[in-house]
């Protein structure tokens, strides 16, 4: 534990330090970077390497008259440190010439501090050995975040995104606190035991501490905060709250499960038909969206429903005592949590690019960005393949593992045909809506022609900020190529959970990764074959440059090509119950008509509803209780001596 440690004090240094040296603005980034790049390279490997031989790594210190600090490293906290520290590494590097404002050098020294603390906090939170310490943590973690994604605080939305976060983050805190009162007051220890509470009593913990974290992770419809915090931070935030931050939450219904030894079907039922849920009105939302950083936001959500699927087939698979079904639902569940943390931070990086050379987050607004920055346009494709789910890449393997073992409960019972079913269909929905979505971003955003003034004249000029895309774009590749490695390291992952299964059993379905990686070898060697021929058959040759071809238009303009919208106009129609669409059109009227506009966004009927339900009755009943802050001391003294009154009589 000392390298963990050494680590996190290197990283939570680098935040102090820049702190003190925002006057020598330079000087600060390249000290403050240095050291969080350092101290993640630490973590890095030194989680990797206690993933790959996992051991019992503890370390623990008192406090408040015999409380406790308690840390422990086992596979699945491991697993997760090494998707933690690989993000934050680049996310850091990126940010180096992201934030290159001397202008606002004591802000970007702030925001350096406190993801500094956001680093450490979530690599506390996923080794956490007791209740105390894991809420002491995870406050820390909520905290650091809601004050990253408030960097534009002069922005009125961004400080509204700030406080709904801040809002859902602690009213999520509030289940999980309450879960874990009910493991206290049954146990009377802090420490993370159940073995005395009854099956009813753990039900009703793991679906509290669900609610809890789910609201982190952003499932449906828990998921308001999302589409507004993501697009409010930094970009290299961004992929840091969407590529890791989020998946605390998923730790943390892997976690709980496995400390209430909950083998009951309706657990899994319930975490496999939310995941389908949240998985389709994930991608649906995000096919609706014309703000770049938006649409990848909600494909959070989409990608969370992914891993709940796998860990709900996991669920089912041990309450119907299918140790191949289990184990394959849970490796696929956490290896997409390594694959998307990987490509989704591409993708909001590569979109903080767009954003930072363009001045727009409009994907209607761009166009034909690909011709001056191919570096960014070629890893954002390979990202977006990714996250479709298509070889020959990582999102492909993780997503295949949770196939197959939807497929091993089609042959039992009625109720786990039923839930393999429901996932089989689920995960192909949202296979064919996230391709949509991409090929929407890809095409409109990269291809054709600028649309606007703000897409044309860019460059690509990023120095720090390419390298961790072109990194990330490989680690896509390499997963894909090599399957085998990643799955095994999941595989180390899911015995941590003490369910005691034999992997040999899994050996048929791991030979399935060679053939995969034979593959996915053939495929890129021919595609490399072609280019090769390609650039020979041009050599010495003139190529010329124009217009993207008109389709038959004698003088074809940008106006002609598709928007965000029209693009996905057809596939929104069908899902227009859950996706109202909300269109600003201004009726033509008179023989010479003025300027009209048109502008169209799609509603989230969960945000719609629960502002109606329950935020607008919320704030009413707040307003109602106005009269109490009326500005006395005297009367402030007496709230609180009533309060102590009240509970030194019930306590």
Same mark, same amino acid.
């Given at each position: 534990? @000392?390298?963990?440690i050494?680590a996190?004090?290197?990283?939570?240094?680098g935040g102090?330090?820049?702190l003190f040296?925002?006057?020598?603005f330079?000087l600060?980034?390249t000290?403050?970077?240095?050291?969080?790049?350092?101290?993640?390279?630490?973590?890095?490997? @030194?989680s990797?390497?206690?993933?790959?031989k996992?051991g019992?790594?503890a370390?623990?210190?008192?406090?408040?008259n015999?409380?406790?600090?308690?840390?422990?490293? @086992?596979?699945?906290?491991?697993?997760?440190?090494?998707?933690?520290y690989?993000?934050?590494?680049?996310?850091?590097?990126?940010?180096?010439?992201?934030l290159?404002?001397?202008?606002?050098a004591?802000?970007v020294?702030?925001?350096?501090?406190?993801?500094?603390?956001?680093?450490?906090?979530m690599a506390?939170?996923?080794?956490?050995?007791n209740i105390?310490?894991?809420?002491l943590?995870w406050?820390?973690?909520?905290?650091?975040?809601f004050?990253?994604?408030?960097?534009?605080?002069?922005s009125a939305?961004n400080?509204?995104a700030?406080?709904?976060y801040?809002v859902?983050?602690?009213?999520g805190?509030?289940?999980?606190?309450a879960g874990?009162?009910?493991i206290?007051?049954?146990t009377?220890?802090f420490?993370f035991?159940?073995?005395?509470?009854t099956?009813?009593v753990?039900?009703?913990v793991?679906v509290l501490?669900?609610?809890g974290f789910?609201?982190?992770a952003?499932i449906?419809?828990?998921?308001?905060?999302?589409?507004?915090?993501h697009?409010?931070?930094?970009s290299?935030i961004?992929?840091?709250?969407?590529?890791?931050m989020?998946?605390?939450?998923?730790?943390?219904?892997?976690?709980?499960?496995?400390?209430?030894?909950l083998h009951?079907m309706?657990?899994?039922?319930?975490?496999?038909?939310?995941?389908?849920v949240?998985?389709?009105?994930?991608?649906?939302?995000?096919?609706?969206?014309?703000?770049l950083k938006?649409?990848?936001?909600?494909c959070?959500?989409?990608?969370?429903?992914?891993?709940l699927? =796998?860990?709900?087939?996991g669920?089912?698979?041990?309450a119907?005592?299918?140790?191949?079904m289990a184990?394959?639902?849970?490796s696929?569940?956490?290896?997409?949590?390594?694959n998307?943390?990987?490509?989704?931070?591409?993708?909001?990086?590569g979109?903080?690019?767009?954003?930072?050379?363009?001045g727009?987050?409009?994907?209607s607004?761009?166009?034909?960005?690909i011709?001056?920055m191919r570096i960014?346009?070629?890893?954002f494709?390979i990202g977006?393949?990714?996250?479709?789910?298509?070889?020959?890449?990582?999102?492909?393997?993780s997503e295949?593992?949770i196939y197959?073992?939807?497929f091993?409960?089609?042959a039992?019972?009625?109720?786990?045909?039923?839930?393999s079913?429901?996932?089989?269909?689920?995960?192909?929905v949202?296979g =064919?809506l996230?391709l949509?979505?991409f090929?929407?971003?890809?095409g409109?955003?990269?291809q054709?022609?600028p649309?606007?003034?703000?897409?044309t004249?860019?460059?690509e000029?990023g120095g720090?900020?390419?390298?961790?895309?072109?990194?990330?774009a490989?680690a896509c590749?390499?997963?894909?190529?090599?399957?085998?490695?990643?799955?095994?390291l999941s595989l180390?992952?899911?015995?941590a959970?003490g369910?005691?299964?034999?992997?040999?059993?899994l050996?048929?379905?791991?030979?399935?990764?060679?053939?995969?990686?034979?593959?996915?070898?053939?495929?890129?060697?021919v595609?490399a074959?072609?280019?090769?021929?390609r650039?020979?058959?041009?050599?010495?040759?003139?190529?010329s440059?124009?217009?993207?071809?008109?389709?038959?238009?004698?003088?074809?303009?940008?106006?002609?090509q598709?928007?965000?919208?029209?693009?996905?106009?057809?596939?929104?129609e069908?899902?227009?119950?859950?996706a109202?669409?909300?269109e600003?059109?201004?009726?033509?009227k008179g023989?010479?008509?003025?300027?009209t506009?048109?502008?169209?966004?799609?509603d @989230?009927?969960?945000?719609?509803?629960?502002?109606?339900?329950?935020?607008?009755p919320?704030?009413?009943?707040?307003?109602?209780?106005?009269?109490?802050?009326?500005g006395?001391?005297?009367?402030?003294?007496?709230?609180?001596?009533?309060a102590?009154?009240?509970?030194?009589?019930f306590v």
């Amino acid at each position: 534990m @000392d390298l963990f440690i050494f680590a996190n004090l290197i990283i939570a240094a680098g935040g102090i330090i820049a702190l003190f040296t925002w006057k020598q603005f330079n000087l600060m980034k390249t000290i403050s970077v240095a050291a969080l790049v350092s101290g993640c390279l630490i973590g890095f490997f @030194d989680s990797l390497s206690k993933l790959v031989k996992p051991g019992d790594y503890a370390v623990a210190m008192s406090f408040l008259n015999g409380s406790s600090l308690a840390f422990t490293i @086992d596979g699945l906290s491991a697993f997760f440190l090494v998707a933690i520290y690989a993000i934050c590494l680049l996310a850091a590097l990126y940010s180096f010439h992201y934030l290159d404002n001397p202008e606002k050098a004591l802000r970007v020294a702030t925001s350096t501090l406190f993801f500094s603390l956001l680093i450490v906090s979530m690599a506390l939170v996923v080794t956490a050995g007791n209740i105390l310490t894991f809420m002491l943590a995870w406050e820390i973690m909520s905290l650091s975040s809601f004050f990253l994604v408030i960097y534009d605080y002069q922005s009125a939305e961004n400080r509204r995104a700030g406080f709904l976060y801040f809002v859902f983050s602690h009213v999520g805190a509030m289940f999980i606190i309450a879960g874990f009162g009910l493991i206290f007051g049954h146990t009377g220890s802090f420490e993370f035991t159940a073995a005395t509470l009854t099956a009813p009593v753990k039900t009703t913990v793991f679906v509290l501490c669900f609610i809890g974290f789910g609201s982190k992770a952003g499932i449906f419809p828990f998921h308001i905060w999302l589409p507004h915090a993501h697009p409010a931070a930094p970009s290299h935030i961004s992929a840091v709250m969407s590529g890791v931050m989020i998946k605390t939450g998923i730790y943390g219904i892997i976690r709980i499960y496995s400390i209430l030894d909950l083998h009951s079907m309706l657990v899994g039922e319930i975490v496999l038909v939310t995941g389908i849920v949240s998985g389709i009105m994930g991608v649906v939302y995000a096919l609706g969206q014309n703000d770049l950083k938006r649409l990848l936001a909600y494909c959070s959500v989409e990608n969370i429903g992914i891993i709940l699927i =796998g860990i709900g087939i996991g669920m089912i698979g041990v309450a119907a005592d299918q140790p191949i079904m289990a184990m394959l639902g849970f490796s696929g569940g956490l290896l997409h949590v390594l694959n998307h943390s990987i490509f989704k931070s591409l993708l909001f990086m590569g979109a903080g690019i767009v954003i930072k050379k363009t001045g727009s987050r409009s994907i209607s607004a761009l166009g034909g960005l690909i011709k001056n920055m191919r570096i960014t346009g070629i890893t954002f494709l390979i990202g977006s393949v990714a996250i479709s789910g298509l070889p020959p890449f990582n999102g492909f393997i993780s997503e295949l593992f949770i196939y197959l073992g939807s497929f091993r409960g089609v042959a039992l019972n009625q109720t786990t045909l039923v839930m393999s079913v429901l996932a089989i269909i689920g995960l192909a929905v949202i296979g =064919g809506l996230a391709l949509a979505t991409f090929s929407k971003v890809v095409g409109v955003v990269f291809q054709g022609e600028p649309r606007t003034a703000a897409a044309t004249n860019v460059d690509e000029q990023g120095g720090t900020m390419l390298p961790p895309l072109v990194a990330l774009a490989a680690a896509c590749g390499f997963i894909g190529l090599f399957p085998r490695i990643f799955v095994l390291l999941s595989l180390k992952a899911v015995d941590a959970l003490g369910l005691g299964y034999d992997q040999t059993a899994l050996e048929p379905f791991l030979k399935i990764t060679t053939h995969i990686s034979l593959a996915a070898a053939l495929f890129l060697g021919v595609l490399a074959l072609i280019v090769l021929l390609r650039l020979l058959a041009y050599k010495g040759k003139p190529v010329s440059r124009s217009g993207t071809w008109g389709c038959g238009f004698t003088q074809p303009t940008a106006k002609m090509q598709y928007t965000s919208y029209s693009y996905a106009a057809s596939i929104l129609e069908f899902f227009k119950p859950v996706a109202p669409l909300n269109e600003d059109h201004p009726a033509i009227k008179g023989r010479f008509p003025g300027k009209t506009h048109y502008a169209s966004r799609v509603d @989230d009927i969960a945000e719609l509803h629960l502002g109606t339900v329950i935020i607008r009755p919320i704030l009413w009943l707040f307003d109602q209780l106005r009269w109490i802050q009326h500005g006395d001391i005297h009367l402030y003294i007496g709230y609180i001596l009533l309060a102590i009154v009240v509970l030194l009589f019930f306590v």
